[in-house]
């Protein structure tokens, strides 16, 4: 028996429940994070970092910082790409607020942080790659110069986290910074073992 290979498409419906439940997922992993004082990487790391520095809200931060890469997301890769982009920032935003008084977690070990933190967020970005949606800001940068000059994203990416943490260290105890990294590392590690296109028959 032979197996079709041409491409199969999500509908309308399949791709916006996968990006809600995958944007819960990501939310939920951030409000942990915040929970424990921890930070980790990206826009949401960036509007972490300055949630904690300046006493404003999480969720204004990251939507606010993500604005101006819609553009970028629109002139780079198209409406459908910046609307996706656009939808998962707003859900993400909208539900990491939601979840604090519902979720109200009055202590956590930063090492359940962590972990949780890797094992939420990471099966939340593994939803959104599936259904082309990221969480903005510097995912989307990295995107682009993978497709106008070669560099890989995932090397982007690093190279802003790793700026990220050495400003982090400035603001947290080191210990926090630690437990940051252990976070970083699970979430990589869940990517990493799990995402691969071919495993995907649909796109």
Known sequence: MSVD?????YTLFED?????????QAALGIHLLRAAGLVTGGTAGTALI?????????????????????????RARGPVFCAKSLVTVSFVS???????????????????????????????LLGLFRHSGTLGGVSIVALIVQDRYGWRA???????????????????????????????????FVIAFNHRRDWYIVS
């Open 5 to 9: 290979p041409s491409p199969r498409r």
């Open 16 to 24: 916006a429940q996968g990006l809600i439940l995958a944007s819960a």
């Open 94 to 124: 909208i539900l990491a607020e939601a979840l604090k008084p519902v979720l109200v977690l009055q202590t956590i070990h930063p090492a359940a942080a962590a972990l949780l933190f890797g094992v939420s967020a990471g099966v939340g």
């Open 50 to 74: 300055l949630s904690y520095a300046t006493g404003l809200n999480f969720s204004a931060l990251f939507f606010g910082l993500n604005i101006p890469f819609f553009a970028l997301a629109f």
């Open 154 to 188: 995932g090397h982007v990416q690093l190279a802003h986290d790793l700026i990220l943490f050495a400003i982090a260290s400035l603001i947290l105890p080191l210990d926090r910074i630690g437990w940051s990294l252990l976070g970083a590392v699970v979430l990589n």
